[in-house]
Every structure is written in structure tokens, then in C-alpha cells.
């Protein structure tokens, strides 16, 4: 049988990883939730509000950007970037945004300090429509029916019942006690009873709601505990953990045929975290909720992913590792064929995180907000370009997974080692027409 010849681009040593880099990157990346034991990274630095026309895009920076952070950034700002930078505030300006040309300028990235990347995401996630006249009334729309949500969802149990006893007119002279907190035993309706075992008491389904709510709490903390927006003891910190945990408990009671899946609060972290610091206080407060709905967005084009009932059909997890499995055999058998029938590599050993995480935790922060600039860019829909991400992830260091074996080849990949983030997104686009 005749191997399938690889392009030869693919066989540049440009896309060979530099193991030097490597034990770094394996101790940063220990586990899947790991604190890690290097040094912390440095947080990607807050977006600045977009420039004024007579202003250099390098201009004004905000303070609170550490300076080790403003020279990196400003180091890395090439002419290209700044040439993008213009294109994208141009045709976010104009009245009615061309999306077809909004997706190709934010697919090669969106750069960080033109304070824009909160508003094209929430375009390219369908949130904002091209209409900016139209924006104002959506954005007011969604944050009232979030804010229903909350009070819907959110709400104690025994508020409910003390609201259905008052409507029902049961409150009488014995319930003044109810001042103090305290719900009159004889008051309480027996199917909403604390004790009632009714499928359809509300007690009953806020003690199932207990076990979920508590895993989301240990796993909210667990979020990014490098970063000081996330993790600590400071306010910022706890009032943002406060927000993730909402709309995860949100989302779950909303969607129980997928509830709450262990790994979604790092799927939801980038979307916050740039919301949360867009340069417009006013928009800025209203974080939480926008953060929701394109949540909601972003998982309906991974949502087989994360349902349990579908691990095993056509579209479940598993279906997706195998496609990502047929992608590298279609455009590099010899890596394929090492990997799956040499060294007995199965792609669910390291993929499985990849996919259903959408690969934040095989990179740094800014990284993945790069990545995402892409994955919400193609009008493919993310699943497609994430698995030639995936795909473009082993042809990078395929020269070390063909001298590997079985050990060496999933430590590899399991400890995904640090890349030029343009280059594996150069790859992966040359993935799309290379058969």
C-alpha cells in the first residue's frame, strides 16, 4: 500500500516546535485543572478604548497595564496589525456592517489594544445585528429577559412558597411571624412542603439543583487562578465568580437535557472576561448578561459535544474525535498511521479536552483569545475550524510524534508545547483546501 505523500509544506522545519520550550510548557500544563507550579503568566492586558482618528493606535495607555505588559504589547504591534486595526474600526462605524468582511479581517486576529474585540465577538456570535440602528433595542431586550431569569431562577425556595401563600390569601395574624423569617408550618401547602417528595415541588428540584450549583462553585473557583480577575480574595475577583457561577446555574436549570458539564466555566471564561472589560463602563456593567446569551450562541455549535446521551451517536463527542481522526489520515496518513496503529495513540486520550474545551487549557490566555478571533470568524461555524485547529496541532510537531512512542507521544499531547499561535492558524487555514 502506497502511503500518501505529505505536501511539502507541511515538512518545513517553520512548523517544527523548539523542545527547549517544552518542560515550561509541562509544568504549566500539569493537569486540566492544576494550579500551576511555574510562574504564574501574566494577564493579557485590559482592552483600551478605541482611538481617536487623530491618535496613534500605540497612544494613551490605560494605567492599570502593568509596564512589562505595555512594552510586550507594543512590541508586538506590526503594521499589519495596525492596518487591520483601521479596517475593523472602519466597518464597525459603518451603519449597517458587512459581515462576510468583518469575518475576514477578525479571523486573522483582532488586535488587542483597538478595545474592539467585545463588540465584533458579539457580532460574529449573532448577539448584535449588522443593523447597529438595531442595537439599543436588542441589547435592552436581552438584559430584561436575563435579569427575569435571574429572578425566576435564582430565587430561594421559601420565597417562592411565602409568594404563593400570599397570593393564595392564607396569610392571617399567626404569619406576622414571617417578619422574623419564619414560615407558619400550617401555611405551607403540602406538595411545597421541604420534606414533599413531588416531582413537581420546588423544594424537590432545588435540593437536585444542590449537587450541580456545588460543582459549579469548586469549578468557578478552579477558573484561571493565575489571574487576578478571576481568582483571589479581592472584590473584582469574587463579584466576577459571582457572575460565572449565575449564568452557569442560568444556563443548567434553562437546559436540562445538557445541565451542567464539569470544563464549561473554562469555555465561558474568555467570552466574560472580554465583555467585562470593554472600555464603556455602562456596557462594561452589563457583562453578565451579554456574556449569557452569547454563551447560549457560542455552545449550540458544540452542544452534541457536551450531551452525555449522545457520546456514542453520530453526532456525539466521540463521533467528533473520530472526524478529527479521518481529517489528519486525509492529509498526513504516515503521522496518522504512527500515531493510531503504530503507537496505539488514541485521539480520545488528549482530544476529547481539546474539542469539548475549545483548547483553553493547551494555551496562555491571550493565545486563546486569538484562537477565538478565528474559531467565531469562519462562517463554517467553530466546529469545523476547530477540529483543523486540532488537526493543525499534531502536523506541527509531527517530526517528534514520529520519533515518539506510545509515552512520549501522549505526554506530548497531553502537554501540548508552547507554538507561534499565526503559524498553527496559518495550517490550519491551509488545511481547508489541501487534499
Known amino acids: 500500500m502506497v502511503k500518501k505523500r505529505v505536501p511539502e509544506w507541511l515538512n518545513n522545519s517553520l512548523w517544527s516546535s523548539n523542545p527547549s520550550i517544552d518542560d515550561e510548557r509541562l509544568l504549566r500544563y500539569a493537569s486540566k485543572l492544576s494550579i500551576p507550579t511555574s510562574e504564574p503568566a501574566t494577564e493579557p492586558p485590559i482592552p483600551e478604548r478605541p482611538p481617536k482618528p487623530q491618535q496613534e493606535p500605540e497612544e494613551a495607555p490605560k494605567p492599570e497595564i502593568k509596564d512589562s505588559e505595555r512594552d510586550d504589547e507594543q512590541s508586538t504591534i506590526s503594521h499589519e496589525d495596525i492596518s487591520r486595526q483601521s479596517q475593523l474600526l472602519a466597518e464597525l462605524s459603518r451603519k449597517v456592517i458587512n459581515l462576510r468582511e468583518l469575518r475576514r479581517l477578525a479571523s486573522h486576529g483582532i488586535p488587542a489594544g483597538a478595545g474592539i474585540r467585545h463588540t465584533v465577538w458579539k457580532i460574529l456570535l449573532g448577539y448584535l445585528p449588522c443593523d447597529r440602528s438595531l442595537w439599543a433595542t436588542e441589547l435592552t431586550k436581552k438584559r430584561s429577559q436575563y435579569k427575569r431569569f435571574k429572578e425566576e431562577l435564582l430565587v430561594n425556595p421559601s420565597e417562592i412558597t411565602r409568594k404563593l401563600d400570599k397570593s393564595a390569601g392564607l396569610e392571617n395574624d399567626e404569619s406576622k411571624c414571617e417578619r422574623r423569617g419564619l414560615l407558619p408550618r400550617s401555611e405551607i401547602p403540602h406538595g411545597e412542603h421541604p420534606l414533599s417528595l413531588?416531582?413537581?415541588s420546588i423544594w424537590n428540584q432545588f435540593f437536585q439543583d444542590t449537587e450541580i450549583i456545588e460543582q459549579i462553585d469548586r469549578d468557578v473557583k478552579r477558573t484561571h487562578p493565575d489571574m487576578h480577575f478571576f481568582s483571589g480574595d479581592s472584590s473584582i475577583a469574587r463579584s466576577n465568580q459571582?457572575?460565572?457561577?449565575?449564568?452557569?446555574?442560568?444556563?443548567?436549570?434553562?437546559?436540562?437535557?445538557?445541565?451542567?458539564?464539569?470544563?464549561?466555566?473554562?469555555?465561558?471564561?474568555?467570552?466574560f472576561y472580554v465583555f467585562r472589560n470593554d472600555p464603556d463602563e455602562e456596557i462594561a456593567a452589563s457583562a453578565e448578561a451579554d456574556t449569557f446569551?452569547?454563551?447560549?450562541?457560542?455552545?449550540?455549535?458544540?452542544?452534541?459535544?457536551?450531551?452525555?446521551?449522545?457520546?456514542?451517536?453520530?453526532?456525539g463527542i466521540?463521533?467528533?474525535?473520530?472526524?478529527?481522526?479521518?481529517?489528519?489520515?486525509?492529509h498526513d496518513e504516515e503521522?496518522?498511521?504512527?500515531?493510531?496503529?503504530?503507537?496505539?495513540?488514541?485521539?480520545?486520550f488528549y482530544a476529547f479536552r481539546w474539542i469539548t474545551l475549545l483548547l483553553t487549557q493547551e494555551f496562555n490566555f491571550t493565545e486563546i483569545l486569538h484562537i477565538?478571533?478565528?474559531?467565531?470568524?469562519?462562517?463554517?461555524?467553530?466546529?469545523?475550524?476547530?477540529?483543523?485547529?486540532?488537526?493543525?496541532m499534531l502536523i506541527l510537531v509531527r517530526r517528534r510524534l514520529l520519533a515518539g512512542d506510545f509515552t512520549s507521544n501522549l505526554k506530548l499531547l497531553q502537554h501540548y508545547p508552547s507554538t507561534n499561535i499565526s503559524h498553527l492558524l496559518y495550517v490550519a487555514d491551509k488545511l481547508r483546501a489541501v487534499v
Open 198 to 200: 413531588g416531582t413537581t
Open 242 to 271: 459571582d457572575a460565572l457561577k449565575n449564568i452557569l446555574i442560568v444556563f443548567a436549570k434553562l437546559n436540562p437535557g445538557i445541565r451542567y458539564v464539569q470544563g464549561m466555566n473554562e469555555v465561558l471564561a474568555p467570552l
Open 293 to 315: 446569551f452569547c454563551f447560549v450562541e457560542l455552545l449550540s455549535g458544540f452542544r452534541d459535544n457536551f450531551c452525555q446521551q449522545l457520546d456514542n451517536s453520530i453526532v
Open 318 to 330: 466521540r463521533s467528533t474525535i473520530t472526524r478529527l481522526s479521518k481529517l489528519l489520515k486525509e
Open 335 to 348: 503521522l496518522w498511521r504512527h500515531l493510531e496503529v503504530t503507537t496505539k495513540v488514541n485521539p480520545q
Open 372 to 392: 477565538w478571533d478565528t474559531l467565531l470568524s469562519d462562517p463554517e461555524g467553530p466546529q469545523e475550524t476547530l477540529l483543523r485547529i486540532c488537526c493543525a
